[in-house]
């Protein structure tokens, strides 16, 4: 018998590509939605008979779901992020865990996060929606500033946060300064970025601060009150990592006093975000559906790479961007 492959709240996977037909040679496809807040018990319930699941930012799959859930062998993240996944659990239980390396979205999330942040510095969709309800004649209250004249702090300097310094720097000779624990200073100035000794240190010399930090309980609401309050007056914060990592009490305050000039967010806490949030209600907030991964080439390469991950566990072979790899592993059971 294949083995089953369970396709779990993902919208893009296959949709670029013929990657599922190619995966049909092997397995069974099964794609599968599930209550993005499903209880760990259901979730093992509802997946079992799945050898593989294919994973999308949500659900979670905490230790209760590898418990009760003895099928899984491999989950394989369609995406760079792991937080909704407890690896600890995973690797108790003989699971393996891998997801796309960062590189395969390097280009495309940089590159969103440059139209995000251009956007709000030139306010291009409050300026659009003027001239759509004939406001033309208020184009003076959209004066801004040259993006080479400013300082932006990057929090988080891996495969993205790197990448949007370089499009900074080489393309418009952008002042950028970073803080990032894990990347030594060394490296940092070597592309000559400014390395800051902490969060708050980076926020009080920033005009503008991206976001591209892994989710952790370390970086959760890296972006608080607390770090706000050293914010130069008229900030911009950009974020195209995870909406956890932004307190949005808040920046909705900071965006109230005026300490926040216009946020840009690929990302929000508990998406899809409610028409009721109260971040919607601002004409300097510009939200986009969690897209920043979403061009043709990033797909691709993250289909190819996930599909190739479950066709390597088949034939034994390595699997890149294994993130656990439990010395005593789960059996396959087909039959």
Not at 5 to 26: E, H, P
Not at 82 to 87: E, T
Not at 159 to 171: K, P, Q, T, Y
Request: hydrophobic content about 40%.
């Amino acid at each position: 018998m294949k083995p089953h492959v369970a396709i779990v709240n993902s919208k893009s996977f296959g949709k670029f590509t013929d990657i599922m037909s190619k995966l049909k040679v092997r397995c069974v496809l099964d794609q599968i939605e599930v209550p993005k807040d499903i209880t760990e018990h259901e979730l093992a319930e509802k997946l079992k008979g799945y050898h593989f699941v294919i994973a999308s930012v949500t659900p979670h799959y905490g230790k209760e779901f590898f418990r009760r859930n003895e099928d899984v062998v491999m989950i394989v993240r369609h995406g760079i992020g792991i937080d909704n996944i407890d690896l600890k659990a995973a690797e108790e239980c003989g699971v393996i865990v891998a997801a796309v390396p960062g590189y395969k979205e390097r280009e495309a999330v940089a590159e969103h996060t440059i139209a995000l942040m251009l956007n709000a510095l030139r306010r291009i969709t409050e300026a659009n929606e003027a001239v759509k309800s004939g406001r033309w004649q208020e184009r003076a209250k959209f004066i801004s500033k040259n993006i080479s004249n400013l300082t932006v702090g990057i929090v988080g300097f891996g495969n993205i946060g790197s990448r949007v310094a370089e499009i900074l720097m080489n393309g418009f000779g952008t002042k950028v300064v970073a803080y990032d624990p894990y990347v030594p200073k060394e490296k940092m100035e070597t592309l000559g970025v400014t390395p800051m000794i902490n969060i708050t240190e980076l926020i009080s010399k920033s005009d503008i601060v991206t976001l591209h930090a892994n989710l952790s309980p370390e970086t959760y609401h890296i972006i608080n009150k607390e770090t706000l309050a050293s914010a130069k007056k008229g900030i911009i914060i950009v974020n195209a990592a995870r909406g956890e990592l932004i307190d949005q009490n808040a920046l909705i305050e900071a965006i109230e006093k005026g300490i926040i000039i216009a946020a840009a967010l690929d990302v929000v806490e508990k998406e899809p975000i409610e028409l009721e949030h109260p971040l919607l209600k601002y004409s300097n907030v510009v939200i986009t559906p969690h897209i920043a991964a979403y061009t043709q080439e990033a797909l691709t390469a993250m289909d190819e790479t996930v599909a190739e991950a479950i066709l390597s566990y088949l034939d034994n072979r390595p699997i890149e961007g294994t993130v656990i790899n439990p010395k005593k592993r789960r059996k396959l059971k087909t039959q």
